[in-house]
């Protein structure tokens, strides 16, 4: 391990810090949801962040909302929905927010203001809308509808639909916006559906068994589906919409196979991640050459999401409570802790933060990109310290007052120990620190890191 000193200064106390030379992923905060936290959603431009809520209020009577996150503060806001949420997708052009409920309608959100609207989807209560996707070049929202066979295409101007395709079972969609083709997974046909954006046409593609998720490069203008039931990828081309087959490992089990039940792609570095739920791994696809190689993650990865600034990869384990990020440039994974059951990834390339919705617990994670990991702190010379005599937290600041990490502390440690025992501080800087006894600040000071 490559480290550099750099010096530390705790008050009066000077010591040398050995950090590494590369950027790390940590936890910087935990936002509180209401019960029911099922879906989340991202805009990148006004830094803020969507989850759909369900809970029960006291007299049995429930009620839905969607929060939404302040990415700049993490404080929260309510919005209030007629029923509840079950998948969202945001049109940064517009600043709105759609939101599919169990109704069979569409609830629109003004970013700007938070007033709502709703459009409905389909009369038919059976048609069970299970995938949203937004062409924000043209405006346009699909929502597809798992039972009744078809996808209703808002018009994000006015909020008028129109209707496309029958006979067929959505489960996944997805836009290439450059070529204005959407792609919609026909889970029980074994194909995938290429609608045409400017004319709603339809052609057929035959892929894999049981595809469940779907991937778009639009620099290459391939597509990816993953085949849940004969574990493999279905690679299309965008031009021709011919197909090659890329396996994604063996049965971990006999008879369960590795379970390809989400996907995404780099655009940038032209490789695509599969979470394989039943392996316990993400495959790596080498889009250039259709090569594969095999990250071991957490338990039961059910999301991925990619940040192709930094090229990290960012993984669920829903069985693990926790989100593995793997390196792009050399498929080095590291665990970062999660709350209680994380289902879904929203991430914002922008400011490289990343929301980790943990449906059991209630809340969402937020993980900083930009930390940097303190591997030790070493003081630069003997002295005498008195033990703190008390138990509590240590916490540390910015100077803006934005909490950076707690750590706790016996009573029995030295102040000194305490603050060389900071484990992720950012790289450069000057930062408050606090000793709390029962919330009450028992002592405080700053430190130097240069």
Not at 142 to 161: H, K, Q, R
């Amino acid at each position: 391990m490559n480290c550099e000193l750099r010096k530390v200064v705790f008050g009066m106390v000077m010591a040398f810090a050995c950090v590494i030379d590369v950027r790390a992923d940590a936890v910087v905060a935990t936002v509180p949801t209401e019960e029911y936290a099922g879906s989340i959603a991202i805009d990148s431009i006004t830094n803020k962040i969507y989850v759909s809520d369900e809970f029960y209020q006291a007299n049995g009577i429930p009620t839905y909302m969607v929060t939404v996150i302040n990415g700049a503060t993490d404080s929260t806001t309510n919005v209030s929905v007629s029923n509840a949420i079950k998948l969202m997708a945001v049109n940064p052009a517009t600043d709105k927010i759609y939101a599919v409920n169990y109704a069979n309608y569409v609830t629109i959100i003004n970013g700007a203001n938070n007033d709502t609207a709703t459009v409905s989807v389909v009369s038919d209560p059976m048609a069970d809308p299970v995938a949203i996707v937004v062409n924000p070049v043209t405006n346009k929202i699909y929502v597809a509808n798992e039972s009744g066979g078809f996808v209703t295409v808002i018009n994000g101007a006015n909020n008028d639909t129109a209707t496309v395709g029958t006979d067929f079972q959505p489960v996944a969609i997805a836009v290439n916006q450059l070529t204005n083709k959407i792609y919609v997974v026909n889970g029980e046909g074994n194909n995938v559906f290429v609608i045409d954006g400017a004319t709603n046409d339809i052609a057929t593609v035959s892929v894999g068994s049981s595809p469940l998720a779907i991937a778009v490069n639009p620099v290459t203008n391939k597509i990816y589906v993953a085949n849940n039931g004969s574990s493999n990828v279905t690679v299309i081309n965008g031009v021709t919409n011919d197909t090659a087959t890329v396996s994604v490992g063996p049965d971990p089990y006999p008879g369960t196979g590795p379970g390809p039940n989400a996907i995404v792609a780099n655009p940038v570095t032209n490789k695509i991640y599969v979470a394989n739920l039943n392996s316990n791994n993400v495959v790596v696809i080498d889009g250039a050459t259709n090569g594969t190689t095999t990250v071991s993650v957490g338990s039961s990865p059910l999301a991925i999401a990619v940040n192709p600034v930094t090229n990290k990869i960012y993984v669920a384990n829903s069985g693990s409570n926790s989100v593995t990020v793997i390196d792009g440039a050399n498929n080095g994974a590291t665990t970062v802790g999660a709350g209680t059951y994380p289902c879904a990834i929203a991430l914002n390339s922008i400011t490289n933060k990343i929301y980790v919705l943990n449906s059991e617990s209630s809340n969402v994670t937020v993980i900083d990109g930009t930390l940097t990991t303190a591997v030790r702190s070493v003081p630069s010379q003997p002295k005498t310290s008195c033990v703190i005599g008390y138990s509590g937290i240590l916490a540390v600041y910015s100077l803006n007052g934005r909490q950076i990490m707690k750590l706790p502390f016996a009573a029995s440690a030295t102040k000194e120990s305490v603050l060389g025992s900071v484990g992720k501080i950012p790289a450069t800087g000057v930062y408050k620190y606090c000793f709390l006894r029962d919330r009450k600040v028992m002592d405080e000071g700053s430190f130097l890191v240069r």
